[in-house]
DNA sequence: TGCCAGGCCGGGT
DNA sequence: ACCCGGCATGGC
């Protein structure tokens, strides 16, 4: 019998199939998408990114170089724009203050890249790990809402338990596989969209509903 | 129409 | 050590 993270994976993957992750196209728009999607709506922050594209500031130091303000304009459709503009620029002045390249910062170990990104203001534990995994290619696992909403709804965790507490259930229950945790967090986001928001969940048309406490198998 | 979306911080107990 | 309000746009 398989652990419950193991069968909740091998569903996602035969329902949905591989997504691909993260929805951006170098280390850097991932980095700048990791920070305009806390707590917003992706399709807000793709807005975001195209006005940034299209100001042609897509680059480490050019985008580290741009004022808050300017910033403030450019990402205001994915919301909080004045608190996520001061965290990019946090968050891009850390790296270049010490990096010429986003390769050169990420050429470290995760624990040490986990730090320094925590200790920029406004830099979590979600967003650190989404930048190590999906910009950094390092072997760490994303844990969000979607995910929390999850395990608590297959009743594997308790309501209180912590960000660390539940990355180490995957952490511990999986091999330590890049490829494995950047999949299964995407399926995770795709199930939790469709199937598990908070409002209107669908648990009666979910893939995982045979795996659902109190479900007839 | 009100409520929510791939968080995080800071101030008050 | 908690708990909670604030931050903000766009979509259903």
């Given at each position: 019998?398989?652990?419950?993270?193991?069968?909740?994976?091998?569903?996602?993957l035969?329902?949905?199939?591989?997504?691909?992750?993260?929805?951006?196209?170098?280390?850097?728009?991932?980095?700048?998408?990791?920070?305009?999607?806390?707590?917003?709506?992706?399709?807000?922050?793709?807005?975001?990114i195209?006005?940034?594209?299209?100001?042609?500031?897509?680059?480490?130091?050019?985008?580290?170089?741009?004022?808050t303000?300017?910033?403030a304009?450019?990402?205001?459709?994915?919301?909080?724009?004045?608190?996520?503009?001061?965290?990019?620029?946090?968050?891009?002045?850390?790296?270049?203050?010490?990096?010429?390249?986003?390769?050169?910062?990420?050429?470290?170990?995760?624990?040490?890249?986990?730090?320094?990104?925590?200790?920029?203001?406004?830099?979590g534990?979600?967003?650190?790990?989404?930048?190590?995994l999906y910009?950094?290619?390092?072997?760490?696992f994303?844990?969000?809402?979607?995910t929390?909403?999850?395990?608590?709804?297959?009743?594997?965790?308790?309501?209180?338990t912590?960000?660390?507490?539940?990355?180490e259930?995957?952490?511990?229950?999986?091999?330590?596989?890049?490829?494995?945790?950047?999949?299964?967090?995407?399926?995770?986001?795709?199930v939790?969209?469709?199937?598990?928001?908070?409002?209107?969940?669908?648990?009666?048309?979910?893939?995982?509903?045979?795996?659902?406490?109190?479900?007839?198998?």
């Open positions: 019998m398989p652990q419950p993270l193991d069968e909740i994976y091998r569903r996602l035969a329902h949905f199939g591989p997504q691909h992750w993260w929805p951006g196209d170098t280390p850097l728009e991932i980095m700048v998408g990791a920070v305009l999607t806390q707590n917003t709506n992706w399709e807000n922050v793709e807005k975001a195209a006005n940034l594209k299209g100001a042609d500031l897509l680059e480490l130091h050019r985008l580290a170089a741009t004022s303000g300017m910033l304009e450019l990402i205001r459709p994915s919301g909080y724009y004045n608190l996520k503009a001061v965290r990019l620029h946090n968050l891009l002045r850390a790296i270049t203050a010490e990096h010429a390249s986003l390769e050169s910062f990420f050429a470290a170990d995760l624990q040490a890249l986990r730090e320094q990104l925590l200790a920029v203001k406004g830099i534990p979600e967003t650190a790990d989404s930048i190590l910009a950094g290619g390092f072997p760490t994303v844990i969000d809402a979607y929390h909403r999850l395990l608590l709804r297959h009743g594997l965790i308790g309501e209180e912590d960000y660390y507490e539940m990355q259930l995957f952490l511990s229950a999986l091999p330590e596989d890049v490829a494995l945790f950047n999949e299964y967090h995407a399926l995770i986001v795709r939790g969209k469709e199937f598990c928001r908070k409002t209107k969940p669908r648990c009666d048309t979910c893939p995982l509903r045979e795996l659902l406490p109190g479900a007839v198998a």
